[in-house]
């Protein structure tokens, strides 16, 4: 069974603090990975993708990728009350040719002014 | 931006009857999704649709489960007879290449009575 882990949280946060939220996965040969954020009631959107090993920067987003590890983390940087929501870590499972995503639970934040 | 469009957003039905929910893909898409999302609980992958067949299916996705692109534009989800087991928010994605990540539409609340 192909499993993605995230911690719940909640994680909370100081307005203009960095957030760090990470992720663990299961199989071994996957090699796509994804950062959606969902407020409640609604749905999934895409804020990074990678791909390599590294880090992957996007506006007040990194994400990182460590393969060897399998661990993948998403950091906000300034954050601000608006990104308030769920993180959800999706994997493209490695043997599937048709790119199913298996999610974790997701990662509450929660941005305090 | 182009987006995934999902149609009814809320859908209340009783028990045991079929239930029809619709979504239009991102035009020039290729790959088209079903994923469904128990409140509370994680995003969990229902099936895959290419080149006008099911690529993949999930356990969840049995005989009561069926999918159809009947016009080249909308892409369906059926389920014949629904249990309240079914209650969900379901989401529709696409995406254009294998290598492309997968953009949701907003979901349709399932409510079975």
């Known amino acids: 069974q192909k499993e993605v882990e995230q911690n719940s949280g909640p994680l909370s946060v100081p307005e203009g603090a960095i957030a760090s939220l990470n992720c663990t996965y299961s199989?071994?040969?996957?090699?796509?990975f994804f950062w959606y954020r969902q407020y409640s009631g609604k749905s999934p959107e895409l804020i990074m993708s990678?791909?390599?090993?590294g880090d992957k920067e996007d506006g007040r987003f990194t994400a990182q990728l460590n393969k060897a590890s399998q661990y993948v983390s998403l950091l906000i940087r300034d954050s601000q009350p608006s990104d308030s929501a769920t993180y959800l870590c999706a994997v493209k499972v490695g043997s599937s040719n048709t790119g199913k995503l298996i999610f974790g639970q997701g990662t509450t934040l929660q941005v305090k002014p | 931006e182009p987006e995934v469009t999902q149609t009814p957003s809320h859908q209340v039905t009783q028990m045991g009857q079929e239930v029809i929910l619709r979504c239009v893909p991102i035009s020039n898409h290729l790959y088209f999704y079903w994923y469904r999302q128990i409140l509370g609980q994680k995003v969990e992958f229902l099936v895959s649709?290419?080149?006008?067949?099911?690529?993949?299916k999930s356990e969840i996705f049995d005989d009561q489960f069926s999918v159809e692109r009947p016009d080249g534009s909308n892409f369906t989800l059926k389920i014949r007879s629904t249990k309240l087991e079914d209650s969900a928010m379901y989401f529709c994605?696409?995406?254009?290449?294998?290598?492309?990540?997968?953009?949701f539409g907003d979901g349709t609340r399932l409510s079975i009575l």
């Open positions: 199989d071994r040969v996957s090699q796509s």
């Open positions: 649709f290419y080149n006008n067949e099911i690529s993949e």
């Open positions: 990678i791909y390599s090993n």
């Open positions: 994605a696409s995406k254009g290449r294998v290598d492309q990540p997968q953009h």
